[in-house]
Each structure stands twice: as C-alpha cells, then as structure tokens.
C-alpha cells in the first residue's frame, strides 16, 4: 500500500492546538487554518461566551450547582471562517464582551465545572463534525478530539506570555497580566475533568523564541508530513 492509500483525507484534517493562556495560540491557530484553507475553532471563545451569560443572568460564577444548573440554557454558536471568526450567545454577537475583565477573571472556575465541559464538548464536536479545521484550547487533543491528525502543545515563557498579553491589551500593567496568567494556569492545569495537559501524540512547540511567523510555519509542516496530499490553501 502506498502513503497516498493510508493518508486521511486533506478535507477531514483536524489540528488541534493546546497549551497555556498567552502562549499565541489563537494568533497561530487562524494563521495555520488561513494557510491551509482550513476552518477555525477557538473553544476558549465558547467558555468565555458561557462565563459572559452566567455574569449577565446575575448567577454566582463560584456557585458549582447554579452554574452546573444552568449550563444548558445559553444558546452558544461559533461561526468558523479564520478570517473573521465569530462568537454569539441567543443570537447576539458578544466578540467584545467576552474579552473583558470580569469574563477573564470568572472564566477559569467556570470551565471547571464538569457540566459546562460536558455542554460545551457536544457543541465543539458538532463544529468539528467532518473536519477540515483547526482547533484551540486546553483538552482538544487529550479530550475533544484525540483522533485528531496534527496535535500541537504550545507553550512560552511566562515572561514572553505576559509582554505579548498586556501589548494585545494596549499597555496593561506586565506584573498584574503575568500573575492572572499564572492564576488562570494555575486552575486549568489543577481542575479534575480535563485538565491543561499535553495529548499523547502531541508535538511541544514553545514560542518563547519564535516569530509567529515561524510557528505558524513548524505546523504547516506538521500537517503536510501527515498529510503529503495537503497543499496550501486547498
Ligand atoms: O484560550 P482562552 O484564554 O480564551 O480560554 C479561556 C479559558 O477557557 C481558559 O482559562 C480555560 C478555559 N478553556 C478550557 O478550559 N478548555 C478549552 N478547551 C478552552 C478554554
């Protein structure tokens, strides 16, 4: 058999790519998809999205049983396009919103709350479906979606994670972005369901001393070594 009979299919590739909060994940992910006319998921947007509707409906966010009650009522939809991805709740677009303070301090209790995992994982996998995307989180490859053909661990620097955060934030205080990092680090490695971890399988990427440029490039790589039909932008 060749490896063009055992090759899986361009059209159905799944990349997932994890790590920690700041690691350049989303940057890279859409330039990965962008580059090989891939779609784009970013699981972390539907966490937030979650923790944005629990804060507006006014339910205690450190609450385990109101937040595990309530997790199925929010519609939550993410549309895919790398170029312009999106992210709404009952039909409101909350792209914004979801990127405030008060959603990224209340977002790491919330998503360890086993129904929301169990809620927002039936969702992911919707959008995954077929596949022919790439998709970022913390558990894609351990969780999600171990089957998937690319998996990638990224990781930097916590100092390198602080300086790219708080410049994306227009100016933040460095000492107080790198400790929410930490924080947030801290909750999503330590929770007990699905835990910030590298999948088997996956490749350590760490950014500390790369361009995205240069990230964006190893996982192309990547992709095309699994995949020798993959051709960039098909
Ligand atoms: O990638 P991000 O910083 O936008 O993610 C926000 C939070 O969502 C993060 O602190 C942990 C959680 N998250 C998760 O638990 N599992 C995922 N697959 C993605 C994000």
């Known amino acids: 058999m060749s490896s063009a009979d055992t090759a899986p299919d361009p059209g159905s590739l799944v990349i997932a790519v994890d790590g920690t909060s700041g690691s350049g994940k989303s940057s890279t992910s859409r330039g990965v998809a962008e580059r090989l006319g ?46 312009a991805p999106t992210i709404t709740v009952d039909g409101v677009d909350v792209s914004v919103e979801i990127r405030g303070e008060d959603v990224t301090a209340a977002v790491s209790p919330v998503s360890a709350v086993p129904e929301v995992r169990a809620r927002l994982l039936e969702l992911q996998r919707d959008v995954i479906g077929d596949g022919g995307i790439v998709v970022e989180g913390r558990d894609i490859g351990s969780v999600v979606w171990p089957q998937a053909e690319v998996k990638v661990y990224l990781s930097a620097d916590p100092d390198a994670r602080a300086a790219r955060r708080a410049a994306e934030e227009g100016g933040s205080d460095l000492a107080l972005t790198q400790e929410s990092l930490l924080e947030r680090d801290r909750i999503d490695s330590g929770r007990a369901t699905a835990p910030l971890t590298m999948a088997d399988g996956a490749v350590h990427v760490d950014s500390t001393h790369l361009t995205l440029a240069e990230v964006i490039e190893s996982i192309v790589a990547l992709a095309v070594r699994v995949l020798p039909g993959a051709r960039e932008g098909s």
């Open 38 to 83: 891939l779609r784009y998921l970013d699981t972390g947007a539907m966490f937030r999205a979650m923790t944005w509707w629990l804060l507006r409906e006014g339910i205690d966010v450190r609450d385990v049983a109101a937040v595990a009650a309530a997790a199925g009522r929010p519609r939550i939809e993410s549309g895919t396009d790398p170029l």
